[in-house]
Structure formats: structure tokens, C-alpha cells
């Protein structure tokens, strides 16, 4: 092993802190956003529809039928069209039926990616990698497609700042101020679902949830501004990424994992707190 100073300085540790950095932008922008909109649901149904997207561009490139497509290009289409299912109904006022196709989305792709697994045993792996991800994995070219999409996801937040925050906490005076707010809201969801897609590599789809909701659920309970929310989403998640990375060094436990802990401990003992002592 490694004395600890080389661990840090290692390219696969330093990769991971880029990775970090930008899984802290997404929960920090969508994670939020998700929190604002009441759509958590929508992170953790997105992630697993992204997992039966990316094993499906892997059985056609095992099969030859598709050359030097990432399984995040799969990931992401079927993250979006989960996400947009689900936007349909919310335009619609249906909370339940919102749910409901989240809920049905995560099934199916759930589903799609195990019977895709029984067709490529040879490269089942890969897969079930996506499933639990491992962010000391990520290579160079994995970190500038996740660098490149993270930026492209902050950019239409940044250009369309004021309309989001109008849709999210009052849709109905959005429509009637003039604003096309079913548009803005499919935006929205298209967002979060590409948010879920992108950490999946990292992450690991059944971890996703907890890295883009709970940081953000957690700010908002110690926040009193839509700004302060943000940044404080921000450094719940960085923070727990460059923690997880040192405990890794010292329990030879799944990165992911610990950071997935913390994140959603941090919520927990903020909960725990304002319970007991902010009366």
C-alpha cells in the first residue's frame, strides 16, 4: 500500500477530486432544483433508467452494431425521456401520475437492464459497474465528458435562472405572468435527468440519489436564501467526495459508499439538531 501522501498525489485520487468537484455542480444546481420542484423521485427514477440506457449501448457495441459510443450517451437518452415522461404529467398538475411514470420508468429500464445482462455474460461487468460505480475508476476521457456535460447542464441553468426558479416554487403564476412554463418545467426535468445520467459512471446508479438529493435537502434546512442553498449543496457534497477519499485510505471501503453516508448522515444530524435544540 501506499504511504498516504502518494495516495493523494496519485492520478486516479486527483481524477476522483475532479469528479467530486462536479458531482458537488450537479447537486448543487439539480439536486436543488429537484428539492425545489418536490421531485426527488425523479433523481433516483432517472439514475436506475440511465443504467438499462447505458447497458443497452453496451449489448449493441458487444454485438458490432455501434462503434465508439459511450454508455453514457445511453445513459442520458434514457434518463431524459424518464424525465419527460414524468414533466408531462407534472405540467398537468398530477403529482401522483408524475410519480407514477417515474415509478413505471424505473421498472421497465430496471428490467431492460437485467435481461440485457443475461445476453452479454462476457460483459455483465461493466454493467453491474454502472450499478455500483467506482469513482477511483474514472478515466481521463470520463472526467472531460463528465466536465464538458456538467458545464453544458450550468449554462442553461445560468441562462435561464429566473424562469426555473419561477416554475419551481409557483408554476400556475408562471403561466399566467406570460411565462411558457410547461416548456421551462420540461427543461427542468430534462436537467435533473441528465444530472442522474452523468453521475452514474462515478457513482454508481444506486448511489446517485443520495449524492444529488441529500446535500441539497440538507442546505435547505440550514439556508435562508435560494443562494446560500446552493453553495451550501455545494460544499455538503465536495466535502463529503474529499472525505470519503481519505477514510477510503484507511478502510479500504468503497469511495461511494462512504461518501453517500455522509452526505445523507449530514442530513440526518441537521434533522436530528433542529429537532432537539432550534425550538
Not at 421497465?108 to 454493467?127: G, K, N, T, W, Y
Amino acid at each position: 500500500m501506499p504511504d498516504f501522501s502518494s495516495y493523494l498525489t496519485s492520478p486516479f485520487v486527483l481524477r476522483a477530486t475532479a469528479a467530486f468537484f462536479f458531482v458537488a455542480m450537479n447537486a448543487s444546481l439539480s439536486g436543488v432544483f429537484a428539492n425545489f420542484r418536490n421531485s426527488t423521485f425523479l433523481v433516483s427514477g432517472a439514475s436506475h433508467a440511465a443504467l438499462g440506457g447505458a447497458a443497452l449501448v453496451i449489448v449493441l457495441e458487444s454485438r458490432g452494431s455501434v462503434f465508439g459510443v459511450s454508455p453514457v450517451f445511453g445513459a442520458a437518452v434514457f434518463a431524459v425521456l424518464l424525465s419527460l415522461a414524468a414533466g408531462s404529467a407534472r405540467n398537468r398538475g398530477s403529482t401522483a401520475g408524475s410519480d407514477t411514470a417515474i415509478g413505471v420508468g424505473f421498472a421497465l429500464s430496471m428490467a431492460l437492464a437485467v435481461l440485457l445482462i443475461s445476453l452479454i455474460p462476457e460483459s455483465a461487468s461493466r454493467v453491474w459497474g454502472l450499478l455500483m460505480g467506482d469513482v477511483l475508476l474514472i478515466t481521463n476521457q470520463d472526467l472531460v465528458l463528465l466536465a464538458f456535460l456538467t458545464l453544458c447542464v450550468a449554462t442553461v441553468f445560468v441562462v435561464f435562472w429566473k424562469q426555473f426558479l419561477f416554475v419551481s416554487f409557483d408554476l400556475d403564476g408562471a403561466r399566467a405572468f406570460g411565462i411558457n412554463a410547461d416548456r421551462f418545467n420540461y427543461l427542468l426535468f430534462a436537467l435533473i435527468g441528465l444530472s442522474s445520467a452523468l453521475l452514474v459512471k462515478a457513482i454508481g446508479s444506486i448511489l446517485v440519489f443520495a449524492m444529488l438529493s441529500a446535500p441539497a435537502a440538507t442546505a435547505l434546512l440550514v439556508s435562508d436564501s435560494v443562494r446560500k442553498t446552493l453553495w451550501w449543496s455545494f460544499a455538503i457534497s465536495f466535502a463529503a467526495g474529499i472525505l470519503a477519499l481519505v477514510l477510503s485510505y484507511f478502510t479500504a471501503l468503497s469511495v461511494s459508499a462512504i461518501a453517500a453516508f455522509l452526505v445523507t448522515t449530514a442530513y440526518f444530524s441537521v434533522r436530528v439538531w433542529r429537532f432537539a435544540f432550534a425550538r
